[in-house]
């Protein structure tokens, strides 16, 4: 790593460095509040009338101390002080509809020539050159495009597709596009010039899905041999698949629902003897592979029953007493902040108004983040923005050739854990240019083995690593990993508390190694109690995030009476394990974190010339992404889908159609007027639902979406498969780009993901999956040729 680091007094990694966004959009929000919060002053350029998100209780959250300036765009002179205040800048963050920057004359060539040292960022919906980018990029509408509401159907009753509440999207486009700036900025430390970043949510919700587009693939290739099961049957209520027990969901003698996370076969064989079942009797191993139907069934009712002999606090009792058995409680709203893991971490702070937030992403060794830093009210800062500009604006850098080298160039990571929900943050930085060396032991990484097809469920999540076998309880194993962190930037681990300290892998044993280390550490719950220890996967922290619960339509719609009949405990059960764990969960949401987290310390690194501890975790980095439902006030709450999950409204739904559904996300006036003229409905109307159903009838989805979407009316078709699928199989990955051709030495050519975030002058790395082990003669060689160097 390369630069000259700026040793000021204040650690925070954007320290010293000014933000702009257009505070117009979730991502943007997210986008201006990490900045904010790691040290950048962060400008939000507002609407007349002030953001649309300003009505909601997260807004003091997402705007926290940060600027304000209150600009109408659509005059010559707002126009110009927004020009140079993007000129006295670092970062700017466009996120608004395609188009309408060059409009405004804010484009990116027009910006970045007038200020060369400038990192633009673009987040579109879609992109600004496809079929949908006439159309609002509603959230929602890119859900339904690729896939997400058919992926949820299982949390409704109905037939058809389910409007998904959790900002998936939103989420990862937000933290992919920060990811490319906080590279971008690496790499002007060596050219001294800026470049433009981009990022879709449609390409960054790609993210979320682990190894499932792979089984599509698989099954497509070798037909005769496999086939796709769903883990469950909900209209039959019959569960399919050994990983639907061990993910048991359960309702306890005192209406408490319980997420429970055995995947291993040692975690697993003592829950079965917490429920009173042999482990060690083939019969009992045996049933959840049983054949028979009516013998899987007869094996849920089994363990539900024994669930239901215990009280949540009974069940807790027998946590405290085996550490292999584990369940957590599926919470809501509000009380995911109360979970005791947050609290104890510290995780959780008081807003300036004293309501209940999140703390920072990341907790760090050398610098805080304040919870209580009020927003701005709308143009606070218009004085302080006039005193601005009236200061110089930085010579530009010389006109020089910077190159195409990847903005993470000559950064090398070394990782230690396993599975997905960190170590793809990893693989993120690996494809900005990181080298990624992965630390395996045994048989490898058990993500390597969880699917049938060798090696398959491992490939996404090692794309562009090296892998490295190591024993790290052996001394000389143990002494190999000490040589890679003395030439490393960063080590992330991802093990459960206490792990790496028992392997001489903690940040204490590394930095005392490599003082100017970067440790990101990132385990499941956190590092300490009450729950440091216990196993942590997307089904558990979908559960006691409240992302199962919101995805579900909210806490009203899950029943908790301890007296329910098993139908409605098995359907409910069903209905919350597809919150916790459908295509997009919270394994996704916690890996955007980690690379985040793992950027934002390299920056910091390259910057202030010092390494750092970081310490984020799946759970606290899903509490960040559902903070407008978990955070009570002052402000608006997001509003709940209706009973039916089609939506939050007439104009923001999903119908049926003649063939198929479409997503409606027309919230513009002009745009209802344009749709409501075709339904023949008023668009005033206090509920024109009805009307507006009996009209989608008479076409099919495409020809509603393909009359509409050219005119600026989001009206788009709804995949008819899930996300997996979609990406896999579907044309609609192709046509918006998010495909290319990778190899795998058991899997051969496959289609994965296009880079996630692309530059106008840095290269991507899309590296191929490496084979467990196959890295560590070669790395090896070199530890022994840098010994052996004079």
Known sequence: MTGAPDRRADARPLAGLRVVTTANALPAAIFGLQCADAGAEVWLLERPGGSRLRTSAAWEFWARGQRSVECDLTRADARDRARALIARSDVFVDNWAPGVADRLGLGADDLCAANPRLVHARISAFGDDTRFAAAEGWEASVMAVMGGPQGFASLTGRPGPAFVSTPYASVAAAHIALQGVLGALVERTRSGRGQRVEATLARSLIAYDTWMWLVHVLTERYNQAFNVTSAMDTETLVPNTP?????????????????????????????????????????????????????????????????????????????????????????????????????????????????????????????????????????????????????AVDPAPADADPGDAPVLDGVTIVELGSFYAAPFGATLLAELGARVVKIETGAGDAIRHLMPFPELSGIKVLQGKESVLLDLADPEGHAVLLDLVRDADVVLQTFRGGVVDRLGAGPDALLAVNPDLVYVSAPGYGEGPPCGAKPAFAPTMGAASGM??????????????????????????????????SPANADGVAALGVGTALALGILGRVRHGTGTVLRTSMLSTVAHALVDTSVPGPGATTPAPDPDLLGLGPWHRLY???????????????????????????????????????????????????????????????????????????????????????????????????????????????????????????VRAEIAARRAAP
Not at 574 to 580: F, I, K, T
Not at 753 to 776: H, I, K
Request: hydrophobic residues 50%.
């Open 243 to 391: 990983m639907f027990f061990r993910l048991l969901v359960g309702l306890s003698r005192d209406g408490e629902w319980l997420q429970f996370s055995q995947t291993t076969d040692r975690l697993w064989h003592a829950f079965l003897r917490a429920c009173d079942l042999d482990p060690d009797d083939p019969a009992v191993l045996a049933l959840e592979n049983a054949e028979d139907p009516a013998v899987r069934v007869a094996f849920w009712e089994t363990l539900l029953a024994a669930v239901r002999r215990r009280t949540a606090a009974e069940w807790s009792a027998v946590f405290d007493a085996d550490p292999n058995v584990w369940a957590d409680v599926y919470r809501g709203g509000p009380a995911t902040l109360e979970h005791p893991q947050l609290v104890a971490d510290g995780r959780v702070g008081r807003s300036a108004s004293g309501t209940r937030v999140p703390a920072g992403l990341a907790l760090a060794r050398d610098w805080t983040v304040d919870p209580g830093l009020a927003p701005p009210a709308l143009d606070h800062d218009a004085a302080a923005l006039d005193a601005l500009l009236a200061t």
């Open 548 to 581: 199962a619960v919101r995805n579900v339509g909210g806490a009203e719609r899950v029943p908790s009476d301890p007296d329910l009949d098993l139908v409605t405990v098995k359907r409910t059960a069903m209905r919350l394990a597809s919150g916790a764990s």
């Open 656 to 778: 049926e159609t003649a063939d198929g559904w479409v997503m409606v996300t027309v919230e513009r006036p002009a745009a209802r007027a344009v749709l409501a003229e075709r339904l023949g409905v008023d668009p005033d109307a206090a509920d024109p639902a009805a009307v507006m159903a009996a009209a989608f009838l008479g076409a099919p989805a495409t020809d509603w979406e393909a009359a509409l979407v050219p005119l600026g009316v989001a009206v788009v078709a709804v995949s008819s498969v899930g996300l997996d699928r979609t990406f896999a199989l579907g044309a609609i990955a192709d046509e918006l780009g998010l495909r290319t051709d990778a190899e795998h030495a058991t899997f051969d050519t496959y289609p994965r993901a296009t880079e996630f975030v692309r530059f106008s002058r840095s290269r991507s790395v899309l590296g191929n999956a490496p084979l467990c082990g196959q890295d560590t003669d070669r």
